[in-house]
T-cell receptor, first 118, second 112 residues
Framework: GAVVSQHPSWVICKSGTSVKIECRSL??????MFWYRQFPKQSLMLMAT?????????EQGVEKDKFLINHASLTLSTLTVTSAHPEDSSFYIC??????????????FGPGTRLTVL | TQLLEQSPQFLSIQEGENLTVYCNSS?????LQWYRQEPGEGPVLLVT?????EVKKLKRLTFQFGDARKDSSLHITAAQPGDTGLYLC????????????FGKGTHLIIQP
């Protein structure tokens, strides 16, 4: 249980184009999903918190107009990188909370999406 | 802003040796999680510690949460090449909907 998928696994795009990344919780409902970014040899940095049916909460320094997040259902959140530039090239990882009796904010991560902007 | 200092950042040891990874903070966390990440993949949850002083064992891995819930350690006994990977500690705040604060990670290499 508690499986999170991401699509696509990797994407290469031209500078100036937009890219959409999907994050799905496959066997549970996730009220809250999180988006992280990871640069090579570095740790994960939280970008935003996505709540179903409401606006996402962005971390300081993350441009909300550049990284559009939509959480349309309890099993799907999408991250759209608008007008992508080479410096946006990174590994984007989503996670979802899975709550049940006795659990403590355990997050389950997707496999990540490798974005390369040429 | 909550920060987690993880050390060492890189560690290369021989098979059979023991090692300890530390995760320290000046902040109190409601829970702390340890993950392992393989290249090109998402992190996989190893354990969650919640209670101050708590010790959890997962085969050759022993996880401890500090009494004040500000620090944690991961001890691996008789390390094996299959233990090679990136180990991440992550702290959760008091709110259930909080994103995790990650340490910088420990790149572990176990040489046969």
């Amino acid at each position: 249980g508690a499986v999170v998928s991401q699509h696509p696994s990797w994407v290469i795009c031209k500078s100036g184009t937009s890219v959409k990344i999907e994050c799905r919780s496959l066997d549970f409902q996730a009220t809250t999903m999180f988006w992280y970014r990871q640069f090579p040899k570095q740790s994960l940095m939280l970008m935003a918190t996505s709540n179903e049916g409401s606006k996402a909460t962005y971390e300081q320094g993350v441009e909300k107009d550049k990284f559009l997040i939509n959480h349309a259902s309890l099993t799907l959140s999408t991250l759209t990188v608008t007008s992508a530039h080479p410096e946006d090239s990174s590994f984007y990882i989503c996670s979802a909370n899975s709550y049940w009796a006795g659990s403590y904010n355990e997050q389950f991560f997707g496999p990540g999406t490798r974005l390369t902007v040429l | 802003t909550q920060l987690l200092e993880q050390s060492p950042q890189f560690l290369s040891i021989q098979e059979g040796e023991n090692l300890t990874v530390y995760c320290n903070s000046s902040s109190v966390f409601s829970s702390l999680q340890w993950y392992r990440q393989e290249p090109g993949e998402g992190p996989v949850l190893l354990v969650t510690v919640v209670t101050g002083g708590e010790v959890k064992k997962l085969k050759r891995l022993t996880f401890q949460f500090g009494d004040a819930r500000k620090d944690s350690s991961l001890h691996i006994t008789a390390a094996q090449p299959g233990d090679t990977g990136l180990y991440l500690c992550a702290g959760a705040g008091g709110g259930g909907a909080d994103g995790l604060t990650f340490g910088k990670g420990t790149h572990l290499i176990i040489q046969p």
